[in-house]
């Protein structure tokens, strides 16, 4: 009898202990699986244009994040040595474009002021990296 | 608290589970459940509800995991601590309320994190400073070993515990500084990298390598993210392996626990022992584990705190280590996404170093128990006993809800996360192969570790499961189990057939019938499969024991045990026909029932009581190798034909042996066993036809039967000279049994039986069943009408019984007398067969033995 109810008690301990781990795994993996989704949703397209020693540059870009600098792994490159290797960044989220300066050496601008924290950017704005100026265009979704 | 709540069930369980286990074990029918784990789970409880409360009401946005994982880990640990030792089970808990209460303070203290950034070389010197203390006046609890241990009145520190929170948060703080892209990488680590390398020091200076190579490996972790250079992660194994291998040499700790590792099977009573008995431990658990309380963890030593893993692993199996590793690696995980969130570097580094040191902390010392690595001292993150530990692991989890308090409303840009994602898959590898090391040793080798010489867990089934009785033939009792559950103990009733019964002594072992009958005096042969597996899974353990007859006659023992007395030697006593063995005796002999006082002296004794003569002990044959000669010839001779002429130089002992019928004659010359007859006897005949008849009388191979036997011996060299030749095979061991068994072909019409010790055993109804002997079945030894030839030959007088004497050859050394007798084929009652040793050169009592042994049934001590 005292057995069948330990024995009871054991099994009762498992299921106890492998439903924390479910749950805890079940919203782990729910936290981890909602960024993507949030990637998911339609990003209205973003035009960078820039003239570096006159050299005109323009791209398009509809991926969530857009990173800037000087080296060759950055999504808008900008060779010009007041540009730090990683600059700065643009990040679609919450339904606006965000523009985030990465620590950089020489600062990044917006009117005149230093970016410190994010900032939200829109159609027409110029931003400074450095001494380059940066031009952008945001087409809105239909 | 809905999120702790199959966390707090679980401890419930586990607690009512280790309550009740030790009725179970005693198989009580009225449970007295064993109150005192109330005590630690309900301080739990209610120190984890207030935790929880103040975490929900005061940090908005705090990780939800983060606190119901530590606390059910905590929980977790103290009541196994608990089950190992109250006493520390209760320090245990004491630590647990007081590093809640370190949280509690620190839980909304502003600009926490803060000042923690600002005055990073204030807490690494603090660290620092600590462990430089430990030089001078360092103790250790255990009054042994490395001194790591700083005392204030009762109570210990390990400042090597939270120097490792220390070094993570300077260096987090430093890398949130430091990073300048315009620095050379050399730049940036360098000062970081001298400041370890002198932790580093300080510790291999103490000694206390477990938490210098952690420092390593927590160290190149935080490089990588920091830096995001990947290749700092392929460094780190290189690095640890050159660090091991210089170690290897330079330190003899570090030689030893590397050894060991290697190789844990070759010195599993010294340094090896607790590895060795942590993976026989992790077998014992299996899948799903004894269950709480009804496992034997203690015999690991230091269970509580290195060797934790293993008492986890014996009690609640795979299943409870594997939610183990799972565990540490979700609070892991959560731990690099909270890294990820984090609204400053710093948070980031600090988010990703706390993570790193619950994972490789786990690592570590699971991989050690599990021999996976060798063993580093680190403690169990949550689990293993000690306060210095468990406050750093809880003031570790606040800082990871501090940092989740203050999220960054953006996510790491792509390449960041990604140095991130990356660790975090590493730590789901290396999770994943410590899992499979651990089910390899749980589940495929669980059968090879559990029946291993070192696995002591039988002598605590002894203790709590009843062995079978032994009985004599007759049906008196040899050996029983006295007591009640929890407290048998081992009793044999006539002390004297020790040597053939043995012991089953949780210190010395198991000897004799009670290791070869093991599986039925222990209940895994001859019950209900599916029975024993529920009792198993039940009880952890076996069912009670069956019980066993043996041939041996009780009467004819004693009686054989009082002829004996005084002389070395031994008795062999046999049915000639069934080959049931009635008596085995044998002097000097010792006394199973008082091992204890006597251990040292008699493993001292030069005259070897331990040993069982009649089957353990190997004597030259000396001159009764003269029976196989005359197997021989009798097999090859017509009817009409004679021996060959033989010399018969009498000696002085077969003169002795022929006492009052000294007779210069041929056939007593062989019948007494001088040894010029059989010497010429033997070299008048051919070699290889004599080893033949030996094989056919079993004498190179060792009798079946169920219990421990001298290994055979090998066959003389037929190719030498005749002289060579008959020397050696006079000096062919064998043992009294062996040559009890040549007599009985001799009896028995040339066919060999089988010795046959055991009778029957009882199965679980009730019922004698006929053991089923693994012996073979008779075989034709040598023709009939040759037994019947050799029977007349060797006749004495006009009674229906036959024997000869033997000596050993005085080149040989120690003297010995053989007497080897039977009954005839005209004796009408049951044939007997009976070889007598004696370790000394006296073949006139050796034939007073024999023949008193041979008439015992005409004197009415019939079997």
């Given at each position: 009898?005292?057995e069948?109810?330990?024995?009871?008690?054991?099994v009762?301990?498992l299921?106890a202990?492998?439903?924390?781990?479910a749950?805890a795994?079940?919203t782990?993996?729910r936290?981890?699986?909602?960024?993507?989704s949030?990637?998911?949703?339609?990003?209205?397209p973003?035009?960078?244009?820039?003239?570096?020693?006159?050299?005109?540059?323009?791209?398009?870009?509809?991926?969530a994040?857009?990173?800037?600098?000087?080296?060759?792994?950055n999504?808008?490159?900008?060779e010009h040595?007041?540009?730090?290797?990683?600059?700065?960044r643009?990040?679609?989220?919450?339904?606006?474009?965000?523009?985030?300066?990465?620590?950089?050496?020489?600062g990044s601008?917006?009117?005149?002021?230093?970016?410190?924290?994010?900032i939200?950017v829109?159609?027409?704005d110029?931003?400074y990296?450095g001494e380059?100026?940066?031009?952008i265009?945001?087409?809105p979704?239909? | 608290?809905?999120?702790l709540l199959p966390?707090?069930?679980?401890?419930a369980f586990?607690?009512?589970?280790?309550?009740?286990?030790?009725?179970?074990?005693q198989?009580?029918?009225?449970?007295?459940?064993?109150?005192?784990?109330?005590l630690?789970f309900?301080?739990?409880?209610?120190?984890?509800?207030?935790?929880q409360?103040r975490?929900?009401?005061?940090?908005?946005?705090?990780?939800?995991?983060?606190?119901?994982?530590?606390?059910?880990?905590?929980?977790?640990?103290?009541?196994?601590i608990w089950?190992?030792?109250?006493?520390?089970?209760?320090k245990?808990i004491m630590?647990?309320?007081f590093?809640c209460?370190?949280?509690?303070?620190?839980?909304?203290?502003r600009?926490?994190?803060g000042?923690?950034?600002?005055?990073?070389?204030?807490?690494?010197?603090?660290g620092?400073?600590?462990?430089?203390?430990?030089?001078?006046?360092?103790?250790?609890?255990?009054?042994?070993?490395?001194?790591?241990?700083l005392?204030?009145f009762?109570?210990?520190?390990q400042?090597?515990?939270p120097l490792?929170l220390?070094?993570?948060?300077?260096?987090?703080?430093?890398?949130?500084d430091?990073?300048?892209?315009?620095?050379?990488?050399?730049?940036?680590?360098?000062p970081?990298?001298?400041?370890?390398i002198?932790?580093?020091?300080?510790?291999?200076a103490?000694?206390?390598l477990?938490?210098?190579?952690?420092?390593?490996?927590?160290?190149?972790?935080?490089?990588?993210?920091?830096?995001?250079?990947?290749?700092?992660?392929?460094?780190?194994?290189?690095?640890?392996?050159?660090?091991?291998?210089a170690?290897?040499?330079?330190?003899?700790l570090?030689?030893?626990?590397?050894?060991i590792?290697?190789n844990?099977?070759?010195e599993?009573?010294?340094?090896?022992?607790?590895?060795?008995?942590?993976?026989?431990?992790?077998?014992?658990?299996?899948?799903?584990?004894?269950?709480?309380?009804?496992?034997?963890p203690?015999?690991?030593?230091?269970?509580v705190?290195?060797?934790?893993?293993?008492?986890?692993?014996?009690e609640g199996?795979l299943?409870f280590t594997?939610?183990?590793?799972l565990?540490?690696l979700?609070?892991?995980?959560?731990?690099?996404?909270?890294?990820?969130?984090?609204?400053?570097?710093?948070?980031?580094?600090?988010?990703?170093?706390?993570?790193?040191?619950y994972?490789?902390q786990?690592?570590?010392?699971?991989g050690?128990?599990?021999?996976?690595?060798?063993?580093?001292g680190?403690?169990?993150?949550?689990?293993?006993?000690?306060?210095?530990?468990?406050?750093?692991?809880?003031?570790?989890a606040?800082?990871l809800?501090?940092i989740?308090?203050?999220?960054?409303?953006?996510t790491l840009?792509?390449?960041g996360?990604?140095?991130?994602?990356?660790?975090?898959?590493?730590?789901?590898?290396?999770f994943g192969v410590?899992?499979?090391?651990?089910?390899?040793?749980?589940?495929?080798r669980?059968?090879?570790?559990?029946?291993?010489?070192?696995?002591?867990?039988?002598?605590?089934?002894?203790?709590?499961?009843?062995r079978?009785?032994?009985f004599?033939?007759d049906?008196?009792?040899?050996?029983?189990?006295k007591?009640?559950?929890?407290?048998?103990?081992?009793?044999?009733?006539y002390?004297p057939?020790s040597?053939v019964i043995?012991?089953?002594?949780?210190?010395?072992g198991?000897?004799?019938?009670e290791t070869s009958?093991?599986?039925v005096l222990r209940g895994?042969?001859?019950?209900?499969?599916?029975?024993?597996?529920?009792?198993?899974?039940?009880?952890?353990q076996p069912?009670p024991?069956?019980?066993i007859?043996?041939n041996?006659?009780?009467?004819?023992q004693q009686?054989?045990?009082?002829l004996?007395n005084?002389?070395?030697g031994?008795?062999v006593?046999?049915?000639?026909?069934?080959?049931?063995?009635?008596?085995?005796s044998?002097?000097?002999s010792?006394?199973?029932?008082?091992?204890d006082?006597?251990?040292?002296?008699l493993?001292?004794?030069?005259?070897?009581?331990?040993l069982?003569?009649?089957?353990?002990?190997?004597?030259?044959?000396?001159s009764?190798?003269?029976?196989?000669?005359?197997?021989?010839?009798?097999t090859?001779?017509?009817?009409?034909?004679?021996?060959?002429e033989i010399n018969?130089?009498?000696?002085?002992d077969?003169?002795?042996?022929?006492?009052?019928?000294a007779?210069?004659d041929?056939?007593?010359?062989?019948?007494?066993g001088?040894?010029?007859?059989?010497?010429?006897l033997?070299?008048a005949?051919?070699?290889?036809?004599?080893?033949?008849?030996?094989?056919?009388?079993?004498?190179f191979?060792?009798?079946?039967?169920?219990?421990?036997?001298?290994a055979?011996?090998?066959?003389?060299?037929?190719?030498?000279d005749?002289?060579?030749f008959a020397?050696?095979?006079?000096?062919?061991k064998?043992?009294?049994?062996?040559?009890?068994?040549m007599?009985?072909?001799?009896?028995n019409?040339?066919?060999?039986?089988?010795?046959?010790?055991v009778n029957?055993y009882?199965?679980?109804a009730?019922?004698?069943?006929?053991f089923?002997?693994?012996?073979?079945?008779p075989?034709q030894?040598?023709p009939?009408?040759?037994?019947?030839?050799?029977q007349?030959?060797?006749?004495?007088?006009n009674?229906?019984?036959w024997f000869?004497t033997?000596q050993?050859?005085?080149?040989?050394?120690?003297?010995?007398?053989?007497y080897?007798?039977?009954?005839t084929?005209?004796?009408?009652g049951?044939?007997l067969a009976?070889?007598v040793?004696?370790?000394?050169?006296?073949s006139?009592l050796?034939q007073?033995?024999?023949y008193?042994?041979?008439t015992a049934?005409?004197?009415?001590?019939?079997?």
């Open positions: 009898m005292t069948t109810l330990n024995f009871a008690l054991r009762a301990m299921i202990l492998y439903a924390f781990l749950f795994v079940v782990l993996w936290s981890v699986a909602r960024p993507s949030a990637e998911n949703q339609a990003i209205p973003i035009t960078l244009t820039t003239d570096i020693d006159e050299n005109p540059k323009e791209a398009v870009f509809v991926s994040e857009v990173l800037l600098g000087r080296e060759a792994h999504d808008f490159t900008l040595p007041t540009v730090s290797s990683r600059h700065a643009l990040q679609y989220r919450q339904n606006q474009w965000w523009f985030e300066d990465l620590q950089s050496t020489n601008y917006l009117d005149n002021l230093r970016i410190e924290e994010p939200v829109k159609d027409g110029t931003i990296c380059v100026a940066i031009h265009k945001i087409k979704l239909s | 608290m809905p999120l966390g707090i069930l679980f401890l586990y607690t009512a589970a280790l309550m009740l286990a030790p009725s179970v074990r198989h009580l029918q009225q449970a007295q459940p064993d109150w005192q784990y109330l630690p309900f301080v739990w409880l209610a120190v984890s509800l207030v935790m409360r975490i929900n009401r005061g940090m908005t946005n705090a990780d939800p995991w983060v606190f119901p994982i530590v606390a059910v880990l905590s929980g977790w640990g103290v009541l196994t089950r190992l030792s109250p006493s520390l089970g209760a245990q630590w647990y309320s590093g209460a370190l949280m509690l303070i620190a839980l909304n203290r600009d926490f994190i000042n923690l950034r600002r005055y990073k070389y204030l807490w690494l010197f603090l620092l400073l600590l462990i430089g203390l430990t030089f001078f006046i360092g103790v250790n609890p255990a009054d042994a070993g490395p001194k790591l241990w005392r204030f009762n109570f210990y520190l400042p090597s515990e490792k220390l070094m993570i948060i300077y260096l987090a703080a430093y890398f949130a430091q990073i300048r892209p315009q620095l050379s990488l050399m730049q940036t680590i360098l970081s990298l001298l400041l370890i002198l932790a580093g020091l300080l510790l291999v103490q000694r206390d477990g938490t210098a190579s952690l420092f390593v490996a927590l160290y190149a972790l935080m490089l990588t993210v920091t830096t995001q250079r990947r290749r700092f992660i392929f460094i780190l194994p290189g690095l640890g392996l050159l660090l091991a291998v170690a290897y040499f330079a330190s003899d570090v030689r030893t626990r590397i050894d590792w290697l844990p099977w070759l599993t009573s010294g340094a090896s022992y607790q590895l060795v008995q942590a993976q026989i431990a992790i077998a014992a658990g299996g899948l799903a584990g004894t269950g709480p309380g009804l496992g034997s203690a015999f690991v030593p230091v269970a705190s290195d060797f934790i893993f293993s008492a986890i692993a014996e199996g299943l594997s939610a183990y590793m565990l540490i979700i609070l892991a995980i959560r731990g690099l996404s909270i890294a990820q969130n984090s609204k400053t570097s710093f948070g980031r580094y600090l988010a990703f170093g706390i993570s790193a040191y994972s490789l786990s690592l570590f010392i699971i050690g128990n599990l021999s996976l690595l060798p063993l580093t680190v403690t169990m993150p949550f689990m293993s006993y000690g306060g210095s530990s468990l406050v750093t692991n809880l003031i570790a606040l800082l809800l501090r989740s308090t203050e999220p960054s409303a953006f840009y792509e390449k996360r990604k140095s991130y994602r990356w660790v975090a898959g590493a730590f789901i590898l290396l410590v899992l499979a090391a651990n089910t390899a040793l749980a589940y495929f669980q059968r090879d570790l559990l029946a291993r010489p070192e696995n002591p867990r039988w002598a605590v089934y002894d203790r709590f499961s009843p079978g009785q032994i004599a033939q049906g008196e009792i040899l050996a029983a189990t007591g009640s559950s929890g407290a048998y103990t081992r009793q044999v009733v002390p057939l040597n043995g012991y089953a002594s949780p210190i010395y198991q000897t004799g019938l009958l093991y599986d895994y042969a001859g019950t209900d499969y599916k029975e024993l597996w529920w009792h198993e899974r039940f009880f952890n069912l024991g069956l019980d007859r043996l041996l006659d009780l009467i004819l009686h054989a045990d009082g004996l005084g002389h070395k031994a008795i006593l046999l049915n000639a026909a069934t080959g049931e063995v009635y008596v085995l044998t002097y000097p010792f006394d199973a029932n008082r091992l006082g006597n251990w040292p002296e493993m001292a004794r030069v005259d070897a009581p331990l069982s003569r009649p089957t353990q002990g190997l004597y030259p044959l000396g009764v190798g003269g029976l196989i000669a005359l197997a021989d010839q009798f090859r001779l017509e009817p009409s034909q004679n021996l060959p018969n130089i009498l000696d002085n077969c003169r002795q042996a022929m006492a009052a019928s007779r210069n041929s056939r007593l010359a062989l019948k007494y001088c040894l010029d007859a059989v010497r010429g033997v070299q005949d051919d070699p290889a036809a004599i080893l033949e008849q030996a094989r056919a009388l079993g004498l191979t060792a009798p079946g039967v169920a219990i421990q036997t001298a055979p011996s090998q066959p003389a060299d037929p190719s030498l005749p002289a060579g020397q050696a095979l006079a000096d062919t064998l043992s009294p049994l062996q040559l009890a068994l007599a009985a072909a001799v009896s019409n040339g066919q060999l039986p089988s010795a046959q010790l029957a009882r199965d679980p009730g019922n004698w069943r006929p089923e002997a693994d012996a073979a079945l075989s030894a040598m009939a009408p040759a037994a019947q030839r050799i007349d030959y060797l006749q004495t007088g009674e229906s019984l000869t033997g050993n050859s005085a080149l040989a050394g120690d003297g010995l007398a053989w080897l007798g039977g009954t084929s005209a004796w009408h049951t044939p009976v070889a040793l004696l370790e000394e050169a006296d006139r050796a007073t033995i024999g008193n042994l041979l049934p005409t004197r009415g001590l019939l079997p």
